[in-house]
């Protein structure tokens, strides 16, 4: 029997994989602060870029994923 395996399982089960929509709500409020509270006060372009992009993606995805859920758990 591989441990690491049965390990992972418990820790995946722990966590309530997949998260519910409350849990990836707050996840995600905690991440968008990080983020911004570590953002540069003067971005250069390539920043500004970068961010505009993650922030266009998590928009499209995060909206996809918690619409999902809500409908899911109903």
């Known amino acids: 029997t591989d441990h690491g395996t049965d390990h992972n399982m418990d820790h995946k089960e ?3 994989c ?7 709500g707050r996840s995600t409020w905690n991440f968008l602060h990080t983020m911004a509270a570590y953002y540069p006060s003067k971005p250069s372009t390539s920043e500004q870029s970068l961010m ?3 922030l266009d993606g998590l928009g499209e995805f995060y909206l996809v994923v918690t619409a999902g859920l809500i409908f899911e758990n109903k």
């Not at 997949?18 to 990836?24: F, G, L, R, Y």
């Open 52 to 54: 505009r992009s993650f």
């Open 18 to 24: 997949p998260p519910n929509s409350e849990q990836i």
């Open 14 to 16: 722990a966590l309530e």
